[in-house]
Structure formats: structure tokens, C-alpha cells
């Protein structure tokens, strides 16, 4: 995911909570105040750095992760903090190896019992994939992190007004295709119509200033919807308008819509479906391209065969149009990918679950030696205390 993709679909994400007031409280449900996570991962990849197939190669990745999750009720008040250390092995390309320092800390707030909100900051280490770097041949991290303060007020009735501060920054170890390191600051501000449980519509203004290749600026307006039409479905649509302007590469400037809708169904007790188009834009920043539209369609159903064991299926397939004339010739560049999971998760005791997936992707591209499939196995154990 782009930064662009991240500051956009973080609008989204607060909309789609229906205001912070529902963001604020969102995850007061567990009553543990301690929880430990000890999780070991095996990944089987055979074209790690999704090279064409005549240059591919596998690689084995093994994972142990540990998480330590703290949640502290003070009255009205809650405060989470979770940690988490990541030791990442490769057997092939062992100069991919990194260690992940994660932390997520939240302190939800109520200062009466119409006016809450959030206060978080979050810190996320990830390796970027081979096939957006600009040297596939080395490793990339990625390390992100994020401030934000969110409020909530109750009008009365079914109506909230909310907003949100973020101050965000995404580096990378090395350069990527058409990205680059970013420093922002978000202001939102917003209402929400929540008439009934599961039923809302939601507008936001979001502000952003900060740097990328340059300084730049964007505003963004959207609107959610939720529909609630049985207690077994439920109707996502989104639209939006995005505008961003650079300081000094004008040329890197663009504007466009944005949106998309999903459905949720539980067919019976034990399956349920989801599926979803979205179209978004972002900055694609190349000698032939300025954004990006990409367009993804996903469908996952999922089978609780017995209480202890789920089945799932997950298609994804997406189309990225390289758009802009930065250099006076429009983009071409189209890149197609599809990918097919199939997961399975077994719990035998509490406090243990084992798990299971197959996936098979690919990418199309009318941009010379940019092809390639790709077959991925991960089997994984969890331990919950």
C-alpha cells in the first residue's frame, strides 16, 4: 500500500466506525487485562521476489513473533497498550532478515458521557515487496508511525459531529517504484446520522499538509454509508474526492474520485460471504506517471465447519492504471494482479490455534519483465495466554 493509499483510506476507516465517538469504545468488549501471544510462522514461497518465472526463486521464511497486550480501565476512562517483537529468518535471500519493533498504545477517553474520543500513537516495521523496489536485489523496510487524537460529541438523538489530528511519517530503507518517504499532518472534521444499530451515513473534510518530493497539500471530501437491511446483511458504499497539489513538481498534481461498495451476508449460522469493488488513486510518482487508479474486486466466503475449525476462500484480483503526462507523454503502464487464498484455522485447545494457507498470485503488466506467478504454503501456531 502507498502512503497516498494509507492517508485516504484512513478517512475511511474513521467514517466507517461512524464517528470517533464509536471508535472511541469500539474495543471495550474484553474484560482481560493481560494477554500474552507467542505466534510461530513458516512461509514457502516460490518466487520471493516475484521476478519473472524465468528468473524465480524460493525462499523459506520463518517468523517468531511475541505480543504483550495490557488494557487498564480507569472508571470512564481505558488505557491499551500492546507490544510486539518480530524476528523475521530467510533460508535463500538471508540478506532480507530483519527484526520488527511494533507498539500500538491507546488512551480512550470520557470526559462526560457526550464527549469522548481516542488518543493513540502507533509504530508498524514492515518489508516492503521485492517487486516495488526500485533494487529487488536488496532489502526494503518500511517503518511507520502514527499520532492521532480523535473526539466524538452527541447531539442528541441519532446525530454526532467528530474529529481527528494525525501526524504521520512512512521511510523507507531504500527507494520504491513510484513512492517516496512522507511527513504529513491530517485535520478532520465531520458529521455522522446514526438513525438505528447498523444504519448510518457519515461526511468528513480531511486536510493534509506535508512532504513528499516536495511540500504538497490535499483535501479530500467523503461520504459513507451503512445499511443494515436483515440482521444477516450489511451494505457498505463509499464515495470521495480527492485533490492534491505539490509545491514546486506541479507537474505531480491530480485529483479524482474515489469509491466503492461492499456486502456482507451470513448466509447460515456457519458461513457467511463478503465481497467488494474499490477504486482509489494515488500518487505514482515515475518518468511517465504522476497517480495511479487502481480498482480491486474481492470476494471471501468462509465456513465455521465446527466451533473449533474454520475454512476460507479469498479472490482478489485488481487493475493499476498509470496515469498523468509528468513529461508531456500520457502513461500507458497497466498492471494486473490476481490472488487465491485458501485458509484454515483449527483451534483444538483455548489457548492454542493452529493455521493453515495456500495462495497462488500473479501479475500481468504491459511494462517489459514485469510479470510473474507466484505459489505461497504458510503454516503457522499461536499461543494465547
Known amino acids: 500500500?502507498?502512503?497516498?493509499?494509507?492517508?485516504?483510506?484512513?478517512?475511511?476507516?474513521?467514517?466507517?466506525?461512524?464517528?470517533?465517538?464509536?471508535?472511541?469504545?469500539?474495543?471495550?468488549?474484553?474484560t482481560e487485562k493481560l494477554k500474552l501471544r507467542a505466534t510461530m510462522t513458516q512461509i514457502q514461497d516460490s518466487n520471493y521476489q516475484r521476478a519473472i518465472d524465468a528468473k524465480a526463486v524460493s525462499d523459506q521464511v520463518n517468523t517468531q513473533a511475541v505480543d504483550v497486550i495490557v488494557a487498564l480501565p480507569y472508571g470512564q476512562q481505558r488505557l491499551?497498550?500492546?507490544?510486539?517483537?518480530?524476528?523475521?529468518?530467510?533460508?535463500?535471500?538471508?540478506?532480507?532478515?530483519?527484526?520488527?519493533?511494533?507498539?500500538?498504545?491507546?488512551?480512550?477517553?470520557?470526559?462526560?458521557?457526550?464527549?469522548?474520543?481516542?488518543?493513540?500513537?502507533?509504530?508498524?516495521?514492515?518489508?516492503?515487496?521485492?517487486?516495488?523496489?526500485?533494487?529487488?536485489?536488496?532489502?526494503?523496510?518500511?517503518?511507520?508511525?502514527?499520532d492521532n487524537l480523535n473526539a466524538g460529541y452527541l447531539l442528541g438523538g441519532p446525530w454526532q459531529l467528530f474529529a481527528d489530528y494525525s501526524k504521520g511519517n512512512s521511510t523507507n530503507e531504500r527507494a520504491l517504484l513510484g513512492i517516496t518517504d512522507v511527513n504529513y499532518q491530517s485535520y478532520t472534521a465531520g458529521v455522522s446520522y446514526a438513525p438505528s444499530v447498523g444504519n448510518s451515513l457519515n461526511y468528513a473534510l480531511r486536510n493534509d499538509k506535508g512532504t513528499s518530493t516536495s511540500d504538497y497539500s490535499s483535501i479530500g471530501h467523503a461520504f459513507v454509508a451503512l445499511y443494515a437491511p436483515t440482521a444477516d446483511t450489511t451494505?457498505?458504499?463509499?464515495?470521495?474526492?480527492?485533490?492534491?497539489?505539490?509545491?514546486?513538481?506541479?507537474?505531480f498534481d491530480f485529483s479524482g474520485i474515489t469509491g466503492g461498495v461492499e456486502a456482507t451476508w451470513r448466509a447460515t449460522p456457519k458461513t457467511s460471504i463478503n465481497a467488494s469493488w474499490l477504486r482509489?488513486?494515488?500518487?505514482?510518482?515515475?518518468?511517465?506517471?504522476?497517480?495511479?487508479?487502481?480498482?480491486?474486486?474481492?470476494?471471501?466466503?468462509?465456513w465455521q465447519m465446527r466451533p473449533t475449525v474454520s475454512i476460507g476462500w479469498t479472490y482478489k484480483r485488481s487493475v493499476r492504471d498509470g496515469l498523468g503526462s509528468p513529461h508531456g507523454t500520457a502513461s500507458s503502464r497497466q498492471d494486473r494482479t490476481q490472488e487465491s487464498i485458501w485458509d484454515i484455522n483449527w483451534q483444538p485447545r483455548k489457548y492454542f490455534i493452529l493455521r493453515g494457507a495456500f495462495s497462488n498470485?500473479?501479475?500481468?503488466?504491459n511494462v517489459v519483465d514485469q510479470d510473474y506467478t507466484a505459489q505461497v504454503v504458510t503454516l503457522g501456531a499461536q499461543f494465547i495466554y
Not at 500492546?82 to 523475521?88: I, R
Not at 498470485?361 to 503488466?365: D, E, F, N, V, Y
Open 280 to 302: 482509489d488513486i494515488t500518487s505514482f510518482q515515475t518518468l511517465e506517471s504522476t497517480h495511479a487508479r487502481i480498482d480491486t474486486f474481492s470476494i471471501a466466503p468462509k
Open 361 to 365: 498470485a500473479s501479475r500481468t503488466s
Open 80 to 146: 491499551e497498550l500492546e507490544a510486539n517483537l518480530a524476528n523475521n529468518k530467510h533460508q535463500t535471500f538471508t540478506q532480507f532478515d530483519y527484526a520488527a519493533h511494533n507498539y500500538n498504545a491507546v488512551w480512550r477517553w470520557s470526559l462526560t458521557p457526550t464527549l469522548v474520543g481516542a488518543l493513540s500513537s502507533k509504530r508498524t516495521e514492515t518489508l516492503n515487496s521485492a517487486a516495488d523496489s526500485l533494487d529487488p536485489g536488496l532489502r526494503n523496510t518500511n517503518v511507520t508511525r502514527i
Open 235 to 251: 451494505l457498505k458504499g463509499r464515495v470521495a474526492y480527492i485533490e492534491q497539489r505539490f509545491s514546486i513538481d506541479s507537474k
Open 1 to 30: 500500500m502507498t502512503r497516498s493509499a494509507s492517508r485516504s483510506q484512513s478517512l475511511v476507516a474513521l467514517l466507517t466506525c461512524g464517528a470517533a465517538v464509536g471508535c472511541a469504545h469500539a474495543q471495550e468488549t474484553s
